[in-house]
């Protein structure tokens, strides 16, 4: 599997330096303890906690700039020990920067990157599909998701055909907040095969805890924790923790800071496989990898850390 590739002790040591000069930070002594990973079920595939979304500068160069600040941040999540990246839809007039970036960095096939299906049609999702994984400089990828299930009768058959032929590691379905509800996307599971669910889970919405989760559990089906900073703002979470002091007791699963208080809850569900976390700073993305380091909380230390973020909102 590209994603599981060993990393060369050559480009770990290249990768260092680069990523220390990004951000400072001990991420060498991170990678070397190792980020927890989970199995995809019923496979070998490992992956780590935490993955990386899609910020806008993997989908255009900023006005006046160059990809460096994009490419540092991959390189940061690399040599943190992260391997996944939720590539950019291509739903802009210009293609995703990103598959430029891994190809600069020589990293394509180390990683394991997803991407997305949205648009309606099946002529189209064809050229969708096509256009993502050309532009990610490889010849297959590892997960395809559509997204908010779109067209499905149409797009489906797509996702399918293209695993059957092997360009598509694993199919899947992909929903942000409230776009479709959990209604919709339990009756889907029940009837298609899928190998992965992009869901958006945090403590502002634990419903999918109610079925989609554990339907996900009794399935097999690989889990991708989204939006676990947001409600329908962007880090909307920050602004609820934002003047109040991190709780002593969140060093007893090893949480230092509010970003791994909240990836610690969503990451410690048994039925999350990894998750896709989107930040455009070096610093946020080490932050963030921490969380897939240590203890993680039991069911007990779960509901008081609701119970203590419900009590902050
Ligand atoms: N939202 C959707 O519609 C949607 C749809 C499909 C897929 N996805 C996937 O899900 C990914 C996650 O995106 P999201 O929109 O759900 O956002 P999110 O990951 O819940 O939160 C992103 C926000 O949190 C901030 N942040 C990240 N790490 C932080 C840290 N350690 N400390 C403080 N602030 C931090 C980021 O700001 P900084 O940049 O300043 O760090 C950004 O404003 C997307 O990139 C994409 O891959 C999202």
Redesign the pocket.
Known sequence: MSGQQAISRRKFLTNSVAATTAASLPITAMAQQGVHSRPIPGTNDYLPLVG????DFFYTTPEGATNSAAAALVQTMYNAGGRMI?T??FFRPNPPVLGQIIQDLGMQDDLFLMG?ITVDGAEAAQRHLDLTISNLGRETIDVMML?NLRDYENTWPVLERAKAEGRVRYIGI????D?ISNDVVEDFMLNHDIDFL?T?Y?MFRPQVEERILPLAADQGVAVCA?????TLD??A??SVTSGHELPEWAAEFDAH????FALKYVLSHPAVTTS??????P???I??MGAALGRLPDAQTRSRMYAHFQSLS
């Open positions: 990386s979304g899609s910020p939720d950019p839809a997305k997204h992909s929903e942000a907040t776009r992009m958006s945090s989204i939006e676990v900073f947001k962007d880090g979470y920050f800071s509010w970003a791994q896709a976390i989107e930040t455009s700073r610093r946020n993305m932050d963030n």
